[in-house]
């Protein structure tokens, strides 16, 4: 079956420009997660949906970061005024439950100039 | 401090032998436990589930150990194809990584 799917794969980004990364989860998972990964890190939580509800956002590292799920389903995450410090891969993961395992898609690599 | 830490590497394993390493993290109220895999460029992939009992898959076998919070990989009759970074992660619900650990196996 199809597995989780982000778009753009690439986008680049001029700085204070406002970008949208969009994930397409597993059909019928009910939780969505965001990380962001720096080149030879793992991937750290940015925030994590239950259903069209964000359970923990605490990852999220400043307010001009804003994700939403609204339907349950596809989620978007959002970076207003984007900054250098921004430039990374933003990786989308769903899963059955939310306490299992969880499979994530290929992600979105950010760069901003 | 990182709540899961790990060996960056690398570490270079001849064909065919057999390497281990583990990862240690510091919330002990984490309940689940797994392994990934990342190749360069690549997304994460679930190699394998951490049971507190221990399990194995194929030539990839791994170890929880609660008190000591550690949990362990070890790869036999490892491959070309295994060269990867191991991600080790745990958590309650929400997930952290590890920085992960290369292994780079070689002819």
């Known amino acids: 079956g199809a597995g989780v799917s982000q778009s753009p794969r690439y986008k680049v980004a001029k700085r204070g420009q406002d970008v949208a990364l969009r994930c397409d989860p597993i059909?019928?998972?009910?939780?969505l997660f965001w990380y962001q990964q720096a080149l030879g890190q793992g991937p750290e939580f940015l925030t994590y949906f239950q259903n069209e509800a964000q359970l923990d956002k605490s990852g999220l590292p400043s307010d001009r970061f804003f994700a939403e799920r609204p339907e349950g389903s596809v989620s978007t995450l959002k970076i207003q005024r984007t900054q250098q410090e921004d430039s990374a891969v933003y990786l989308c993961a769903s899963s059955p439950t939310g306490q299992d395992e969880q499979f994530f898609g290929p992600g979105t690599r950010l760069t901003v100039l | 401090r990182k709540e899961v830490e790990q060996d960056p590497g690398p570490f270079n394993v001849p064909e065919g032998a057999t390497v281990a390493f583990n990862c240690t993290y510091s919330n002990s109220a984490s309940q689940s436990f797994f392994w990934y895999r990342q190749d360069c460029r690549k997304e994460p992939k679930l190699l394998m589930s951490?049971?507190?009992s221990g399990n194995e898959d194929g030539r990839f076998t791994a170890q929880l150990n609660r008190a000591s919070q550690y949990i362990s990989l070890l790869i036999r009759d490892s491959k070309l194809s295994d060269s990867a970074t191991y991600l080790c992660?745990?958590?309650?619900?929400?997930?952290?990584f590890g920085a992960g650990t290369q292994v780079v196996v070689t002819p």
């Open positions: 059909s019928g998972h009910v939780s």
């Open positions: 992660v745990g958590g309650r619900g929400k997930l952290q």
């Open positions: 951490v049971y507190s």
